[in-house]
Protein backbone atom coordinates (compact mmCIF):
# COMPACT_ATOMS: atom_id res chain seq x y z
CA UNK A 1 0.00 0.00 0.00
CA UNK A 2 2.40 2.63 1.56
CA UNK A 3 5.30 1.67 -1.18
CA UNK A 4 3.72 2.53 -4.58
CA UNK A 5 6.76 4.80 -6.45
CA UNK A 6 4.45 7.85 -5.91
CA UNK A 7 4.31 7.65 -2.12
CA UNK A 8 7.74 6.30 -1.39
CA UNK A 9 9.83 8.97 0.49
CA UNK A 10 13.42 9.24 1.36
CA UNK A 11 12.78 7.70 5.05
CA UNK A 12 10.89 4.56 3.56
CA UNK A 13 13.48 3.65 1.04
CA UNK A 14 16.54 3.89 3.44
CA UNK A 15 14.35 1.53 5.49
CA UNK A 16 13.83 -0.87 2.39
CA UNK A 17 17.81 -0.62 1.67
CA UNK A 18 18.75 -1.71 5.05
CA UNK A 19 16.48 -4.20 4.73
CA UNK A 20 16.87 -5.66 1.34
CA UNK A 21 20.35 -4.71 0.37
CA UNK A 22 20.63 -7.09 -2.43
CA UNK A 23 17.89 -5.51 -4.35
CA UNK A 24 19.70 -2.75 -4.77
CA UNK A 25 23.25 -3.50 -4.78
CA UNK A 26 26.11 -6.12 -4.43
CA UNK A 27 27.55 -6.67 -1.01
CA UNK A 28 30.94 -5.44 -0.67
CA UNK A 29 31.58 -8.97 0.42
CA UNK A 30 30.46 -10.22 -3.05
CA UNK A 31 31.57 -7.33 -5.22
CA UNK A 32 35.25 -8.22 -3.47
CA UNK A 33 35.02 -11.70 -4.49
CA UNK A 34 33.95 -10.34 -8.53
CA UNK A 35 36.75 -8.48 -8.51
CA UNK A 36 38.90 -11.14 -7.11
CA UNK A 37 37.82 -14.14 -9.28
CA UNK A 38 38.06 -11.27 -12.81
CA UNK A 39 41.41 -10.47 -11.98
CA UNK A 40 42.38 -14.51 -11.17
CA UNK A 41 41.16 -14.99 -14.53
CA UNK A 42 42.84 -12.44 -16.55
CA UNK A 43 45.83 -13.74 -14.50
CA UNK A 44 45.39 -17.10 -16.33
CA UNK A 45 44.23 -15.74 -19.42
CA UNK A 46 47.84 -13.62 -19.75
CA UNK A 47 49.49 -16.85 -18.45
CA UNK A 48 48.14 -18.79 -21.13
CA UNK A 49 49.08 -16.45 -23.98
CA UNK A 50 52.52 -16.50 -22.74
CA UNK A 51 52.86 -20.16 -22.47
CA UNK A 52 51.15 -20.85 -26.12
CA UNK A 53 54.01 -18.12 -27.11
CA UNK A 54 51.25 -14.85 -28.43
CA UNK A 55 53.02 -11.63 -28.31
CA UNK A 56 51.28 -9.10 -29.64
CA UNK A 57 53.57 -8.65 -32.38
CA UNK A 58 52.43 -12.28 -33.45
CA UNK A 59 48.78 -11.80 -33.17
CA UNK A 60 48.70 -8.67 -35.33
CA UNK A 61 50.99 -10.12 -38.13
CA UNK A 62 48.89 -13.74 -38.02
CA UNK A 63 45.78 -11.53 -38.12
CA UNK A 64 46.84 -9.72 -41.30
CA UNK A 65 47.92 -13.22 -42.53
CA UNK A 66 44.70 -14.34 -42.13
CA UNK A 67 43.31 -11.79 -42.88
CA UNK A 68 45.12 -11.98 -46.65
CA UNK A 69 43.80 -16.67 -46.49
CA UNK A 70 40.48 -15.11 -46.01
CA UNK A 71 40.18 -12.97 -48.62
CA UNK A 72 41.98 -15.81 -50.70
CA UNK A 73 39.46 -18.61 -50.08
CA UNK A 74 36.50 -16.29 -52.44
CA UNK A 75 35.98 -17.13 -54.67
CA UNK A 76 36.63 -20.55 -54.11
CA UNK A 77 37.18 -22.68 -57.27
CA UNK A 78 37.43 -26.38 -57.89
CA UNK A 79 40.75 -26.26 -60.20
CA UNK A 80 41.55 -28.40 -62.94
CA UNK A 81 40.07 -31.11 -60.55
CA UNK A 82 36.52 -31.31 -59.67
CA UNK A 83 35.51 -34.54 -60.44
CA UNK A 84 38.91 -35.53 -58.53
CA UNK A 85 37.66 -33.83 -55.55
CA UNK A 86 33.48 -35.31 -56.06
CA UNK A 87 35.48 -38.46 -56.37
CA UNK A 88 37.37 -37.98 -52.65
CA UNK A 89 34.29 -37.03 -50.98
CA UNK A 90 32.80 -39.51 -52.04
CA UNK A 91 35.66 -41.71 -50.84
CA UNK A 92 35.71 -40.29 -47.65
CA UNK A 93 31.68 -40.51 -47.56
CA UNK A 94 32.49 -44.44 -48.14
CA UNK A 95 35.10 -44.73 -45.39
CA UNK A 96 32.48 -43.54 -42.86
CA UNK A 97 30.02 -45.63 -44.36
CA UNK A 98 31.80 -49.00 -44.22
CA UNK A 99 33.87 -47.86 -41.11
CA UNK A 100 30.86 -47.86 -38.92
CA UNK A 101 28.98 -50.76 -40.77
CA UNK A 102 32.09 -52.96 -39.47
CA UNK A 103 32.37 -51.39 -36.20
CA UNK A 104 28.48 -51.97 -35.61
CA UNK A 105 28.67 -55.62 -36.52
CA UNK A 106 31.68 -56.50 -34.19
CA UNK A 107 29.81 -53.95 -31.58
CA UNK A 108 26.66 -56.07 -31.60
CA UNK A 109 28.26 -59.60 -29.63
CA UNK A 110 30.69 -57.15 -27.84
CA UNK A 111 27.61 -55.18 -26.46
CA UNK A 112 25.71 -58.52 -24.89
CA UNK A 113 28.79 -59.14 -23.56
CA UNK A 114 29.34 -56.32 -21.91
CA UNK A 115 25.76 -56.11 -20.12
CA UNK A 116 25.08 -57.22 -17.18
CA UNK A 117 21.87 -59.42 -17.53
CA UNK A 118 23.37 -61.06 -19.75
CA UNK A 119 27.10 -61.26 -18.48
CA UNK A 120 26.41 -61.14 -14.33
CA UNK A 121 30.05 -61.93 -13.71
CA UNK A 122 31.13 -58.39 -12.78
CA UNK A 123 35.14 -59.85 -12.88
CA UNK A 124 34.90 -61.01 -16.68
CA UNK A 125 32.62 -58.03 -17.21
CA UNK A 126 34.53 -55.08 -16.25
CA UNK A 127 37.92 -55.47 -18.50
CA UNK A 128 35.61 -55.79 -21.15
CA UNK A 129 34.34 -52.72 -20.35
CA UNK A 130 37.32 -50.87 -20.04
CA UNK A 131 38.37 -52.19 -22.81
CA UNK A 132 35.70 -50.42 -24.67
CA UNK A 133 36.74 -46.82 -22.98
CA UNK A 134 40.15 -47.50 -23.92
CA UNK A 135 38.99 -48.16 -27.66
CA UNK A 136 36.84 -45.07 -27.69
CA UNK A 137 39.66 -42.93 -25.40
CA UNK A 138 41.99 -43.12 -28.72
CA UNK A 139 40.80 -40.82 -30.84
CA UNK A 140 40.29 -42.18 -34.49
CA UNK A 141 43.31 -39.57 -36.12
CA UNK A 142 45.13 -41.39 -33.74
CA UNK A 143 44.20 -44.88 -34.69
CA UNK A 144 44.41 -43.52 -39.07
CA UNK A 145 48.11 -42.38 -37.78
CA UNK A 146 49.09 -45.81 -36.44
CA UNK A 147 47.44 -47.67 -39.07
CA UNK A 148 48.61 -46.12 -41.92
CA UNK A 149 52.01 -47.03 -40.70
CA UNK A 150 50.51 -50.70 -40.77
CA UNK A 151 48.70 -51.25 -43.52
CA UNK A 152 50.17 -48.34 -45.39
CA UNK A 153 48.52 -44.92 -47.11
CA UNK A 154 44.55 -44.70 -48.37
CA UNK A 155 41.48 -45.27 -46.95
CA UNK A 156 41.86 -48.47 -45.41
CA UNK A 157 43.75 -46.72 -42.84
CA UNK A 158 40.61 -44.45 -42.39
CA UNK A 159 37.94 -47.82 -42.49
CA UNK A 160 39.94 -49.69 -40.10
CA UNK A 161 40.97 -46.56 -37.84
CA UNK A 162 36.98 -45.18 -37.85
CA UNK A 163 35.67 -48.88 -37.18
CA UNK A 164 38.07 -49.10 -34.03
CA UNK A 165 37.11 -45.92 -32.19
CA UNK A 166 33.33 -46.42 -33.08
CA UNK A 167 33.60 -50.81 -31.63
CA UNK A 168 34.52 -48.57 -28.21
CA UNK A 169 31.59 -46.54 -28.73
CA UNK A 170 28.98 -48.67 -30.17
CA UNK A 171 29.66 -52.06 -27.74
CA UNK A 172 29.22 -49.81 -24.65
CA UNK A 173 26.06 -47.78 -26.47
CA UNK A 174 24.81 -51.18 -27.08
CA UNK A 175 25.42 -52.69 -23.82
CA UNK A 176 24.12 -49.87 -22.09
CA UNK A 177 20.70 -50.27 -24.27
CA UNK A 178 20.01 -54.17 -23.45
CA UNK A 179 20.88 -53.37 -19.93
CA UNK A 180 17.94 -51.42 -20.04
CA UNK A 181 15.41 -53.45 -21.58
CA UNK A 182 12.17 -54.46 -20.18
CA UNK A 183 12.60 -57.84 -18.39
CA UNK A 184 9.03 -58.93 -18.98
CA UNK A 185 9.66 -59.63 -22.16
CA UNK A 186 12.34 -61.57 -21.49
CA UNK A 187 10.76 -63.72 -19.04
CA UNK A 188 8.03 -64.35 -21.53
CA UNK A 189 10.26 -66.08 -24.05
CA UNK A 190 11.69 -67.89 -21.23
CA UNK A 191 8.65 -69.25 -19.49
CA UNK A 192 7.66 -69.97 -23.05
CA UNK A 193 10.57 -72.17 -23.44
CA UNK A 194 12.50 -70.54 -24.80
CA UNK A 195 16.21 -70.90 -24.60
CA UNK A 196 18.81 -68.97 -24.07
CA UNK A 197 19.45 -67.87 -27.84
CA UNK A 198 15.70 -67.45 -28.27
CA UNK A 199 15.28 -65.31 -25.81
CA UNK A 200 18.53 -62.98 -26.95
CA UNK A 201 16.08 -63.69 -30.15
CA UNK A 202 12.88 -62.33 -29.37
CA UNK A 203 13.53 -61.08 -26.04
CA UNK A 204 15.89 -58.62 -26.27
CA UNK A 205 16.47 -58.14 -29.72
CA UNK A 206 12.70 -56.72 -30.67
CA UNK A 207 13.66 -54.07 -27.92
CA UNK A 208 17.15 -52.72 -28.81
CA UNK A 209 17.51 -52.96 -32.16
CA UNK A 210 15.64 -49.90 -32.69
CA UNK A 211 18.16 -48.09 -30.49
CA UNK A 212 21.01 -49.66 -32.18
CA UNK A 213 20.06 -48.05 -35.65
CA UNK A 214 19.26 -44.64 -34.55
CA UNK A 215 22.58 -44.75 -32.62
CA UNK A 216 24.71 -46.31 -35.75
CA UNK A 217 22.79 -43.46 -38.22
CA UNK A 218 23.98 -40.98 -35.47
CA UNK A 219 27.32 -42.60 -35.53
CA UNK A 220 27.24 -42.59 -39.49
CA UNK A 221 26.65 -38.71 -39.51
CA UNK A 222 29.33 -37.62 -37.72
CA UNK A 223 31.78 -40.34 -38.63
CA UNK A 224 31.73 -38.85 -42.44
CA UNK A 225 32.72 -35.58 -40.66
CA UNK A 226 35.77 -37.48 -39.61
CA UNK A 227 36.27 -38.98 -42.84
CA UNK A 228 36.70 -35.57 -44.09
CA UNK A 229 40.00 -35.04 -41.94
CA UNK A 230 41.87 -38.62 -41.95
CA UNK A 231 42.86 -37.76 -45.13
CA UNK A 232 45.17 -34.81 -43.68
CA UNK A 233 47.84 -37.87 -41.76
CA UNK A 234 47.19 -39.76 -45.01
CA UNK A 235 44.38 -42.26 -44.61
CA UNK A 236 42.21 -41.51 -47.69
CA UNK A 237 39.79 -39.10 -48.28
CA UNK A 238 39.09 -35.45 -49.06
CA UNK A 239 41.36 -34.62 -46.35
CA UNK A 240 44.35 -35.03 -48.12
CA UNK A 241 43.53 -33.12 -51.50
CA UNK A 242 42.81 -30.67 -48.30
CA UNK A 243 45.90 -30.12 -46.87
CA UNK A 244 47.43 -30.46 -49.96
CA UNK A 245 45.76 -27.53 -51.26
CA UNK A 246 46.56 -25.70 -47.60
CA UNK A 247 50.30 -26.44 -48.14
CA UNK A 248 50.38 -25.45 -51.74
CA UNK A 249 48.74 -21.80 -50.23
CA UNK A 250 46.10 -22.69 -52.91
CA UNK A 251 43.15 -20.75 -51.10
CA UNK A 252 40.46 -20.43 -53.37
CA UNK A 253 40.63 -24.38 -54.11
CA UNK A 254 40.36 -24.88 -50.26
CA UNK A 255 37.90 -22.65 -50.12
CA UNK A 256 35.96 -24.78 -52.20
CA UNK A 257 36.25 -28.10 -50.65
CA UNK A 258 35.48 -26.74 -47.33
CA UNK A 259 32.29 -25.91 -48.94
CA UNK A 260 32.13 -29.08 -50.31
CA UNK A 261 32.80 -30.72 -46.57
CA UNK A 262 30.03 -28.22 -45.45
CA UNK A 263 27.56 -29.23 -47.98
CA UNK A 264 28.06 -33.25 -48.14
CA UNK A 265 28.05 -33.40 -44.00
CA UNK A 266 24.77 -31.45 -43.80
CA UNK A 267 23.07 -33.62 -46.33
CA UNK A 268 24.04 -36.61 -44.92
CA UNK A 269 22.84 -34.74 -41.67
CA UNK A 270 19.59 -34.56 -43.14
CA UNK A 271 19.04 -38.05 -44.80
CA UNK A 272 20.47 -39.65 -41.48
CA UNK A 273 17.94 -37.70 -38.99
CA UNK A 274 15.28 -38.27 -41.39
CA UNK A 275 16.11 -42.29 -41.42
CA UNK A 276 16.58 -42.26 -37.52
CA UNK A 277 13.06 -40.46 -37.16
CA UNK A 278 11.63 -43.32 -39.30
CA UNK A 279 13.14 -45.94 -37.34
CA UNK A 280 12.77 -44.93 -33.64
CA UNK A 281 8.71 -44.04 -35.25
CA UNK A 282 8.80 -47.73 -36.22
CA UNK A 283 10.05 -49.21 -33.61
CA UNK A 284 7.69 -47.14 -30.79
CA UNK A 285 4.42 -48.04 -32.78
CA UNK A 286 4.59 -50.77 -35.36
CA UNK A 287 1.29 -52.65 -35.57
CA UNK A 288 1.64 -56.19 -35.13
CA UNK A 289 -1.35 -57.26 -37.22
CA UNK A 290 -3.37 -54.52 -38.96
CA UNK A 291 -7.24 -55.54 -39.01
CA UNK A 292 -8.67 -53.50 -42.70
CA UNK A 293 -11.75 -53.27 -40.84
CA UNK A 294 -12.16 -53.95 -37.64
CA UNK A 295 -14.90 -55.91 -36.54
CA UNK A 296 -14.36 -55.88 -32.82
CA UNK A 297 -16.71 -52.66 -32.45
CA UNK A 298 -19.56 -54.34 -34.21
CA UNK A 299 -19.52 -57.73 -33.01
CA UNK A 300 -20.91 -58.77 -29.55
CA UNK A 301 -17.90 -59.60 -27.21
CA UNK A 302 -16.81 -62.94 -26.95
CA UNK A 303 -17.85 -64.44 -23.81
CA UNK A 304 -15.02 -66.53 -21.94
CA UNK A 305 -17.24 -69.56 -21.61
CA UNK A 306 -19.03 -69.55 -24.86
CA UNK A 307 -15.93 -68.99 -27.27
CA UNK A 308 -15.21 -72.82 -28.05
CA UNK B 1 -18.70 -68.91 -35.66
CA UNK B 2 -17.90 -64.95 -35.55
CA UNK B 3 -14.56 -66.35 -33.87
CA UNK B 4 -13.07 -68.21 -36.49
CA UNK B 5 -13.88 -66.05 -38.73
CA UNK B 6 -12.10 -63.55 -36.96
CA UNK B 7 -9.38 -66.32 -37.12
CA UNK B 8 -9.13 -67.01 -40.52
CA UNK B 9 -9.54 -63.05 -40.81
CA UNK B 10 -6.13 -62.53 -38.69
CA UNK B 11 -4.66 -65.68 -40.52
CA UNK B 12 -4.77 -63.64 -43.92
CA UNK B 13 -4.03 -60.63 -43.05
CA UNK B 14 -0.84 -61.86 -40.92
CA UNK B 15 0.67 -63.83 -44.16
CA UNK B 16 -0.28 -60.17 -45.86
CA UNK B 17 1.64 -58.77 -43.63
CA UNK B 18 4.62 -61.07 -43.58
CA UNK B 19 4.47 -61.40 -47.36
CA UNK B 20 5.13 -57.34 -47.27
CA UNK B 21 7.69 -57.40 -44.57
CA UNK B 22 9.91 -60.02 -46.47
CA UNK B 23 9.10 -57.86 -49.59
CA UNK B 24 10.53 -55.07 -48.17
CA UNK B 25 13.45 -56.74 -46.21
CA UNK B 26 14.53 -57.74 -49.91
CA UNK B 27 14.02 -54.81 -50.99
CA UNK B 28 15.99 -52.90 -48.67
CA UNK B 29 18.97 -55.68 -48.69
CA UNK B 30 19.28 -54.94 -52.36
CA UNK B 31 19.92 -51.46 -51.70
CA UNK B 32 22.10 -52.11 -49.11
CA UNK B 33 24.66 -54.31 -50.75
CA UNK B 34 24.51 -51.58 -53.57
CA UNK B 35 25.44 -49.19 -51.31
CA UNK B 36 27.87 -51.30 -49.90
CA UNK B 37 29.32 -52.23 -53.00
CA UNK B 38 29.76 -48.29 -53.71
CA UNK B 39 31.56 -47.74 -50.44
CA UNK B 40 33.93 -50.79 -51.10
CA UNK B 41 34.49 -49.53 -54.30
CA UNK B 42 35.22 -45.70 -53.66
CA UNK B 43 37.25 -46.84 -50.76
CA UNK B 44 39.24 -49.77 -52.26
CA UNK B 45 38.44 -52.12 -49.48
CA UNK B 46 39.13 -55.89 -50.60
CA UNK B 47 39.25 -58.76 -48.53
CA UNK B 48 42.65 -59.58 -49.72
CA UNK B 49 44.06 -55.94 -48.42
CA UNK B 50 42.31 -56.58 -44.94
CA UNK B 51 43.83 -59.99 -44.47
CA UNK B 52 47.45 -58.45 -45.88
CA UNK B 53 46.58 -55.42 -43.55
CA UNK B 54 45.04 -57.17 -39.81
CA UNK B 55 48.18 -59.21 -39.36
CA UNK B 56 50.45 -56.30 -39.74
CA UNK B 57 48.18 -53.94 -37.38
CA UNK B 58 48.80 -56.55 -34.60
CA UNK B 59 52.75 -56.81 -35.74
CA UNK B 60 53.11 -53.05 -35.29
CA UNK B 61 50.80 -52.94 -32.12
CA UNK B 62 52.86 -56.00 -30.49
CA UNK B 63 55.77 -53.58 -31.27
CA UNK B 64 54.52 -50.66 -29.27
CA UNK B 65 54.21 -52.68 -26.07
CA UNK B 66 56.77 -51.99 -23.65
CA UNK B 67 59.24 -54.95 -22.41
CA UNK B 68 58.50 -55.14 -18.47
CA UNK B 69 59.36 -57.74 -16.74
CA UNK B 70 58.82 -58.63 -12.97
CA UNK B 71 62.11 -58.80 -11.80
CA UNK B 72 63.33 -55.68 -13.01
CA UNK B 73 59.48 -53.87 -13.04
CA UNK B 74 60.42 -50.34 -11.74
CA UNK B 75 63.25 -49.77 -13.59
CA UNK B 76 61.13 -50.99 -16.67
CA UNK B 77 58.53 -48.54 -16.38
CA UNK B 78 61.60 -45.93 -15.84
CA UNK B 79 63.16 -46.65 -19.47
CA UNK B 80 59.79 -47.04 -20.77
CA UNK B 81 58.46 -43.67 -19.28
CA UNK B 82 61.67 -41.83 -19.48
CA UNK B 83 60.41 -38.62 -21.01
CA UNK B 84 57.20 -38.64 -18.40
CA UNK B 85 58.32 -34.56 -17.08
CA UNK B 86 58.35 -33.40 -20.51
CA UNK B 87 55.07 -35.24 -21.91
CA UNK B 88 53.53 -34.18 -18.37
CA UNK B 89 54.21 -30.59 -19.12
CA UNK B 90 52.81 -31.04 -23.07
CA UNK B 91 49.90 -32.73 -21.41
CA UNK B 92 49.50 -29.31 -19.27
CA UNK B 93 49.44 -27.21 -22.58
CA UNK B 94 47.05 -29.45 -24.17
CA UNK B 95 44.88 -29.22 -21.31
CA UNK B 96 45.49 -25.51 -21.11
CA UNK B 97 45.02 -25.11 -24.50
CA UNK B 98 41.58 -26.70 -24.58
CA UNK B 99 40.42 -24.83 -21.31
CA UNK B 100 41.19 -21.51 -22.73
CA UNK B 101 39.34 -22.32 -25.70
CA UNK B 102 36.22 -23.50 -23.96
CA UNK B 103 36.42 -20.02 -22.19
CA UNK B 104 36.70 -18.04 -24.66
CA UNK B 105 34.28 -20.14 -27.16
CA UNK B 106 31.64 -20.12 -24.41
CA UNK B 107 32.21 -16.60 -24.56
CA UNK B 108 32.06 -16.22 -27.73
CA UNK B 109 29.15 -18.53 -27.97
CA UNK B 110 27.26 -16.87 -25.49
CA UNK B 111 27.12 -13.43 -27.44
CA UNK B 112 26.45 -15.16 -30.74
CA UNK B 113 23.54 -17.49 -28.68
CA UNK B 114 20.77 -14.32 -27.95
CA UNK B 115 20.09 -13.22 -31.77
CA UNK B 116 20.68 -16.15 -32.99
CA UNK B 117 17.85 -17.64 -31.21
CA UNK B 118 14.40 -17.64 -32.79
CA UNK B 119 12.23 -15.88 -29.96
CA UNK B 120 15.06 -13.87 -29.06
CA UNK B 121 16.62 -12.06 -32.49
CA UNK B 122 13.50 -10.24 -32.93
CA UNK B 123 13.98 -10.15 -36.67
CA UNK B 124 13.38 -13.39 -38.98
CA UNK B 125 17.03 -12.36 -40.75
CA UNK B 126 19.05 -11.86 -37.76
CA UNK B 127 18.15 -15.21 -36.04
CA UNK B 128 18.69 -16.02 -39.85
CA UNK B 129 22.41 -14.52 -40.22
CA UNK B 130 23.49 -15.63 -36.96
CA UNK B 131 21.94 -18.98 -36.95
CA UNK B 132 24.30 -19.21 -40.01
CA UNK B 133 27.49 -18.17 -38.85
CA UNK B 134 27.19 -20.50 -35.67
CA UNK B 135 26.43 -23.74 -37.62
CA UNK B 136 29.34 -22.66 -40.38
CA UNK B 137 31.94 -22.42 -37.90
CA UNK B 138 31.08 -25.40 -36.17
CA UNK B 139 30.90 -27.99 -39.39
CA UNK B 140 34.13 -27.27 -40.43
CA UNK B 141 36.52 -29.69 -38.52
CA UNK B 142 38.73 -28.26 -35.65
CA UNK B 143 41.77 -29.85 -37.31
CA UNK B 144 41.24 -27.92 -41.06
CA UNK B 145 40.63 -24.84 -39.22
CA UNK B 146 44.32 -26.00 -37.04
CA UNK B 147 45.84 -26.46 -40.63
CA UNK B 148 44.62 -22.38 -41.31
CA UNK B 149 45.94 -20.93 -38.04
CA UNK B 150 49.34 -22.80 -38.44
CA UNK B 151 49.76 -21.46 -41.40
CA UNK B 152 48.67 -17.96 -40.30
CA UNK B 153 50.04 -17.81 -37.12
CA UNK B 154 52.76 -19.79 -37.05
CA UNK B 155 53.51 -23.48 -35.60
CA UNK B 156 52.44 -23.56 -31.95
CA UNK B 157 49.60 -24.15 -29.19
CA UNK B 158 48.46 -20.47 -30.00
CA UNK B 159 46.79 -21.90 -33.34
CA UNK B 160 45.46 -24.61 -32.01
CA UNK B 161 43.86 -22.51 -28.99
CA UNK B 162 42.32 -19.95 -31.76
CA UNK B 163 40.90 -23.29 -33.77
CA UNK B 164 39.11 -24.49 -30.86
CA UNK B 165 37.83 -21.71 -30.16
CA UNK B 166 36.49 -20.78 -33.44
CA UNK B 167 34.51 -24.38 -33.11
CA UNK B 168 33.67 -24.11 -29.85
CA UNK B 169 32.03 -20.66 -30.51
CA UNK B 170 29.76 -21.89 -32.99
CA UNK B 171 29.00 -25.33 -31.15
CA UNK B 172 28.29 -23.42 -28.13
CA UNK B 173 26.67 -21.10 -29.87
CA UNK B 174 24.32 -23.52 -31.70
CA UNK B 175 23.24 -25.18 -28.23
CA UNK B 176 22.74 -22.30 -26.12
CA UNK B 177 20.32 -20.76 -28.97
CA UNK B 178 18.53 -24.38 -28.63
CA UNK B 179 18.09 -23.75 -25.09
CA UNK B 180 17.28 -20.12 -25.35
CA UNK B 181 14.60 -21.14 -27.39
CA UNK B 182 13.15 -23.63 -24.79
CA UNK B 183 12.66 -21.16 -22.14
CA UNK B 184 9.07 -19.52 -20.34
CA UNK B 185 8.26 -16.80 -22.78
CA UNK B 186 5.61 -15.22 -19.88
CA UNK B 187 8.83 -14.39 -18.49
CA UNK B 188 10.56 -12.19 -21.41
CA UNK B 189 6.74 -10.34 -21.42
CA UNK B 190 6.61 -9.69 -17.92
CA UNK B 191 10.16 -7.35 -18.08
CA UNK B 192 9.24 -6.14 -21.38
CA UNK B 193 5.78 -5.06 -20.04
CA UNK B 194 7.58 -3.41 -17.18
CA UNK B 195 9.62 -1.73 -19.74
CA UNK B 196 12.80 -3.37 -20.10
CA UNK B 197 14.86 -3.12 -23.35
CA UNK B 198 16.46 -5.81 -25.04
CA UNK B 199 19.09 -6.24 -22.89
CA UNK B 200 17.28 -6.08 -19.62
CA UNK B 201 14.63 -8.70 -20.91
CA UNK B 202 17.74 -11.39 -21.72
CA UNK B 203 19.33 -10.50 -18.29
CA UNK B 204 16.41 -10.37 -16.33
CA UNK B 205 14.04 -12.56 -18.31
CA UNK B 206 15.64 -15.09 -20.37
CA UNK B 207 19.37 -15.72 -18.71
CA UNK B 208 18.15 -16.58 -15.36
CA UNK B 209 16.27 -19.32 -17.04
CA UNK B 210 19.49 -20.30 -19.06
CA UNK B 211 22.33 -20.63 -16.86
CA UNK B 212 22.42 -23.25 -15.94
CA UNK B 213 22.01 -25.35 -18.91
CA UNK B 214 24.64 -23.15 -20.72
CA UNK B 215 27.41 -24.27 -17.50
CA UNK B 216 26.17 -27.76 -18.40
CA UNK B 217 27.14 -27.18 -22.17
CA UNK B 218 30.02 -25.74 -21.45
CA UNK B 219 31.70 -28.39 -18.94
CA UNK B 220 30.50 -31.10 -22.04
CA UNK B 221 32.45 -28.98 -24.50
CA UNK B 222 35.56 -28.57 -22.11
CA UNK B 223 35.85 -32.76 -22.25
CA UNK B 224 35.47 -32.53 -25.93
CA UNK B 225 38.18 -30.04 -26.51
CA UNK B 226 40.20 -32.15 -24.17
CA UNK B 227 40.30 -34.63 -26.55
CA UNK B 228 40.72 -32.46 -29.78
CA UNK B 229 43.41 -30.84 -28.57
CA UNK B 230 45.30 -33.46 -28.48
CA UNK B 231 44.49 -33.98 -31.81
CA UNK B 232 45.29 -30.94 -33.24
CA UNK B 233 49.01 -31.34 -32.20
CA UNK B 234 49.33 -33.88 -35.52
CA UNK B 235 48.79 -30.84 -37.73
CA UNK B 236 51.46 -28.66 -35.60
CA UNK B 237 49.44 -26.95 -33.25
CA UNK B 238 51.25 -27.59 -29.99
CA UNK B 239 50.32 -29.37 -27.48
CA UNK B 240 50.55 -33.51 -26.65
CA UNK B 241 50.16 -34.40 -30.37
CA UNK B 242 52.98 -32.91 -31.80
CA UNK B 243 55.28 -35.39 -30.11
CA UNK B 244 52.59 -38.32 -30.74
CA UNK B 245 52.77 -37.49 -34.31
CA UNK B 246 56.73 -37.49 -34.39
CA UNK B 247 56.73 -40.63 -31.79
CA UNK B 248 54.64 -42.95 -34.27
CA UNK B 249 56.04 -41.10 -37.55
CA UNK B 250 59.88 -41.87 -36.29
CA UNK B 251 58.71 -45.36 -35.84
CA UNK B 252 59.52 -44.56 -31.73
CA UNK B 253 57.35 -47.56 -30.94
CA UNK B 254 57.35 -47.52 -26.67
CA UNK B 255 56.80 -43.74 -26.56
CA UNK B 256 53.53 -44.41 -28.69
CA UNK B 257 52.40 -46.49 -26.35
CA UNK B 258 52.97 -44.47 -23.53
CA UNK B 259 51.82 -41.43 -24.73
CA UNK B 260 48.80 -42.72 -25.47
CA UNK B 261 48.28 -44.16 -22.70
CA UNK B 262 48.66 -40.79 -20.34
CA UNK B 263 46.47 -38.94 -22.95
CA UNK B 264 43.52 -41.49 -22.27
CA UNK B 265 44.61 -41.38 -18.96
CA UNK B 266 43.91 -37.56 -18.58
CA UNK B 267 41.27 -37.64 -20.81
CA UNK B 268 39.51 -39.79 -18.42
CA UNK B 269 40.07 -38.15 -15.18
CA UNK B 270 38.91 -34.91 -16.92
CA UNK B 271 35.71 -36.91 -18.37
CA UNK B 272 34.96 -37.90 -14.67
CA UNK B 273 35.32 -34.44 -12.83
CA UNK B 274 33.13 -33.29 -15.43
CA UNK B 275 30.45 -35.31 -15.03
CA UNK B 276 30.44 -35.09 -11.03
CA UNK B 277 30.56 -31.49 -11.28
CA UNK B 278 27.68 -31.50 -14.24
CA UNK B 279 25.74 -34.05 -12.42
CA UNK B 280 26.19 -31.77 -8.72
CA UNK B 281 24.85 -28.75 -10.72
CA UNK B 282 21.61 -30.72 -12.17
CA UNK B 283 21.25 -32.31 -8.95
CA UNK B 284 21.02 -28.65 -7.34
CA UNK B 285 18.50 -27.49 -9.65
CA UNK B 286 16.43 -29.91 -9.59
CA UNK B 287 16.19 -29.61 -5.99
CA UNK B 288 15.07 -26.13 -6.50
CA UNK B 289 12.69 -26.98 -8.78
CA UNK B 290 11.02 -29.13 -6.51
Keep these: MGLSAASIDAAQLASLRERFPRAFSRTPRERAILIACLVGLSAFIVFCLVRFDASPARIVNGMERFGKIAGALFPPTPGEAFWDLVKAMLESVGMAFLGTLIAAVVAVPLGFLGARNVLPIQLLRFPIRRSFDFLRGVDALVWALVYVRAVGLGPLAGVLAIATTDVGIFAKLFAEAIENVERKQVEGVRAAGGNAVKTVRFGILPQVLPIMLSNVLYMFESNTRSATILGIIGAGGIGFALSDRIRAHRWDEVGFIIIMIIVVVALIDFVSHMLRTRVIKAGVNRPLIRMEDPVAPAAPAVEPGKAR | ?290
Design chain 2, 1 to 290: MDSSIQVRRFEEEFARLRKRQRFELFGYSLLFLAVFHLAADFSQLTLERLAAGLPRIGEYLGKTLPEIKLASLFSDIGVWYYGFLKWLKLLGDTFLIALMATLFGAVGGFVLCFPASRNLAGHYWVYFTFRRIAEVARCVPEVVYALIFVVAFGIGPFAGFLALTIHTTGALGKLFAEANENIDERQLDGVRAAGGNWFETIRYAALPQVLPNFTTYTLWRLELNVRSAAIVGFVGAGGIGQELYQAISLNYYEDVSAIVLMVVVTITLIDLVCERIRHRIIGRESLQWA
